[in-house]
């Protein structure tokens, strides 16, 4: 009996330690050529594929924990999406990406959106207008800087310096460019710059599963980069790449 | 109203909560460390006048700006590892196996038989870590003539636990365990003991829904069998081999 039992134990744990080594076949989402949100609705080929790096040694992705996406009540957003079947509460997160400079703290991110059935045909000029509309408001934007326990308010100017219709991935997108600065007595100083791109996916937004063709919420996927003046000429390109780099499923 | 950020608002609105973005609200990385900080305030001042140099319609261009580098045409969309996996965390699952006992001095080789369902809960979805639990109906029967010939039938309950890896490799672990009715050669009627058996699956998953494995186990098989003296019962334990075909829903 005590060689059935021994027998037993080396067997389970030669058959549990096969399932150890093959189970650990990597990310979900950093898969062997390109980032993969949890929808596949689209992909971010690497920049450096033997590195599986989506963007360059330079940038620190947040919105992971090793290969992990945080589900930490910070990073994920609660809200009603009507995916066919009426609202239905749902947790998703916030970022699909969510990436920061370590020099000059320059963010870069991705985020999907799932749409109002009312918004599915909303035609993408419209809703990056409004888009910039909500973003700048008057065009000033009170910005609260919370530091600690207290606050300041700037006044931001706000100007669109790029408007133009794109295509990305195969995707109808808009892509627009802000001018951010803090509004001093005599002058608008050019802080930061921010470019933003609207993409309209192929697929529809299903919280619980795979993107589709047919079933679930209209959605959109919004890139955005935002740096300090200075050095959003040396970050632009990398946006531009990441662009190039950003396949849309059919 | 833009539903970007009306889909926050209004989510706002029905939870009660702050659901900005972790920027927008101050958010803090679990070291303490603070992303950067919005720069995509929604505006909250009325008083402030337009500054926007440019309208929207001035600005745009007419022909658009087309971005993609074309390398990713050669890739498809099928990622098999992670196509494979039926979605969802609870699956269903019908299994049908056939299999090989070995024998010895007391019990003839066997061929076993048995299929039931089972219920799949899915532990850890990155990894396809997954928790199987069923039942399994069936029986073993004796090769040829013999002396110890035995026959049984049994419902056993499963408890596997497995991956869905490298592709379309499957590996589970467990064990089952259930009573058995054992009918002996030389028995008129039978007798009701427990067997069980510790069970590894190696396994293909061809169409994704569909499996085909090889069962490896260890089948504690009780017996029982009459003699001039009496009944005597045994316990042997068999390597057992087996195909098994699974379909998942």
């Known amino acids: 009996m005590r060689s059935l039992a021994r027998r037993f134990a080396l067997a389970t744990l030669a058959c549990i330690a096969i399932a150890c080594v093959a189970g650990c076949n990597g990310s979900a989402y950093f898969r062997p050529h390109a980032f993969v949100p949890p929808m596949r609705h689209y992909r971010l080929r690497y920049a450096e594929p033997s590195a599986r790096a989506v963007l360059g040694p330079d940038w620190n992705i947040l919105n992971f924990r090793g290969e992990e996406i945080r589900q930490t009540p910070d990073w994920v957003t609660h809200a009603r999406i009507d995916e066919g079947a009426g609202p239905r509460a749902r947790a998703i997160p916030t970022f699909d990406l969510f990436a920061e400079h370590a020099h000059d703290g320059s963010v870069l991110f991705v985020m999907t959106v799932p749409l109002a059935p009312t918004m599915a045909r909303r035609d993408l000029r419209i809703v990056a207008h409004e888009f910039i509309d909500e973003l700048t408001g008057s065009a000033i934007a009170v910005v609260r800087r919370v530091r600690g326990d207290s606050s300041e308010e700037r006044l931001v100017a706000s100007r669109v310096i790029e408007d133009t219709e794109a295509v990305v991935g195969g995707a109808d997108a808009y892509l627009f460019t802000l001018s951010r600065g803090v509004v001093g007595s005599a002058s608008v100083t050019s802080s930061h710059l921010s470019t933003f791109v609207l993409l309209r996916p192929h697929r529809r937004f299903r919280g619980g599963g795979l993107a589709d063709l047919e079933d679930g919420a209209p959605m959109l996927l919004l890139i955005a980069l935002d740096a300090v003046a200075e050095r959003y000429d040396a970050r632009r390109p990398e946006l531009d790449a990441l662009l190039d780099r950003l396949d849309v499923r059919p | ?249």
């Open chain 2, 1 to 249: 109203m833009l539903v970007i950020l009306g889909w926050s608002t209004v989510a706002q609105a029905q939870t009660g909560h702050d659901l900005a973005s972790p920027w927008q609200r101050g958010h803090r990385t679990p070291s303490g460390a603070a992303p950067s900080r919005p720069r995509t305030d929604p505006a909250t001042s009325a008083e402030v006048q337009d500054l926007r140099a440019l309208s929207s319609a001035e600005a745009a261009s007419a022909a658009p700006r087309v971005y993609g580098d074309g390398d990713g045409d050669s890739l498809g969309w099928d990622d098999p590892e992670r196509d494979l996996q039926p979605m969802g965390m609870v699956h269903f699952v019908l299994m049908a196996q056939v299999g090989y006992l070995a024998g010895n001095d007391e019990f003839a080789e066997a061929i076993a038989v048995s299929g039931g369902p089972a219920l799949d809960f899915c532990l850890w979805p990155t990894l396809s870590l997954h928790l199987r639990v069923g039942l399994r109906v069936g029986g073993h029967g004796p090769f040829g003539v013999s002396s110890r010939r035995l026959s049984d039938g049994y419902i056993r309950g499963t408890l596997l636990i497995g991956v869905h890896a490298v592709q379309l490799v499957s590996v589970r672990v467990g064990a089952e365990l259930g009573p058995e009715i054992v009918f002996a050669s030389e028995s008129s009627s039978g007798n009701l003991m427990a067997g069980g058996a510790a069970v590894a699956q190696l396994g293909i998953r061809p169409g994704g829904h569909f499996e085909l494995a090889l069962d490896l186990a260890i089948d504690v098989r009780p017996g029982d069998e009459l003699t001039p003296l009496g009944s005597r019962q045994y316990t042997y334990v068999a390597p057992r081999v087996g195909a098994m075909l699974a379909v998942t829903f």
